[in-house]
């Protein structure tokens, strides 16, 4: 495998399920990315880890969880979700740079996720 | 505060036409950088370029051409000779300079380029 893999890419759940979104980076990367896309809005970022460690959390639901065990692996743990949280969710990598220099993000394919 | 903008919500072109996609930031930090992805029907996002703000030199690769200008807070991105494999979303993205881990994406431009 090689880039970022997210696993499955598709899901369908209802609002009392609980389930996780899978995210795996081959990339020796040391930051990875949440991120919600909803038809026609810009990509929300949601959580960003770098080294392990969260450190953005933009105002999500606590229904949303995510985990990051260690630098290649990113998780997001859902349960009691609402049918507006239907959307592509997208996983990125990207390697934190020093210093004056910079870092694109590299995505995976997304998850297609359906909340009825 | 930091906005990324492009105005043009689809756009459809016949193959082999020349197409500029639109972007507008708005940004008070003095080092930023700039992102093109590319979204095709698949959903992964592709990157495309980069440029930082102190690097207004246009960039050509290929049938995609770069146009960052500074004065206008624009960075405007232009396929020639377009092709259907073209069809896609693209977005602009800014990155703040000081922090490494917060992109502003805009709300991306669709294009349909037909045969």
């Known amino acids: 495998e090689t880039g970022v893999t997210q696993t499955p890419r598709h899901l369908v759940m209802g609002m009392t399920n609980k389930k996780s979104l899978k995210c795996e980076q081959h990339l020796g990367h040391n930051a990875m990315y949440w991120y919600k896309q909803s038809a026609k809005k810009p990509l929300e970022l949601m959580f960003v880890y770098s080294l392990e460690e969260r450190v953005e959390n933009n105002s999500v639901p606590s229904r949303f969880s995510p985990e990051c065990p260690n630098s290649s692996h990113l998780f997001l743990h859902l349960h009691t979700l609402q049918p507006e949280d239907s959307a592509l969710y997208l996983c990125?990598?990207?390697?934190?740079?020093?210093?004056?220099?910079?870092?694109?993000?590299?995505f995976g394919p997304g998850t297609r996720l359906t909340v009825l | 505060a930091q906005k990324v903008t492009q105005a043009q919500t689809e756009i459809s072109v016949v193959e082999k036409e020349d197409v500029t996609l639109d972007c507008v930031y708005e940004?008070?930090?003095?080092?930023?950088?700039l992102f093109w992805y590319k979204q095709p029907p698949s959903g992964e996002l592709v990157f495309l370029i980069r440029?930082?703000?102190?690097?207004?030199q246009n960039e050509i690769s290929g049938r995609y051409s770069w146009n960052f200008q500074k004065s206008t807070s624009s960075f405007n991105f232009t396929i020639t000779a377009s092709q259907v494999v073209d069809s896609a979303v693209y977005f602009c993205a800014l990155l703040r300079g000081y922090n490494f881990n917060k992109f502003y994406f805009g709300s991306g431009t669709k294009l349909n380029v037909k045969p």
């Open positions: 940004t008070r930090d003095t080092t930023y950088y």
């Open positions: 990125a990598s990207s390697q934190t740079a020093s210093g004056s220099s910079y870092n694109e993000q590299f």
């Open positions: 440029r930082n703000s102190f690097d207004e």
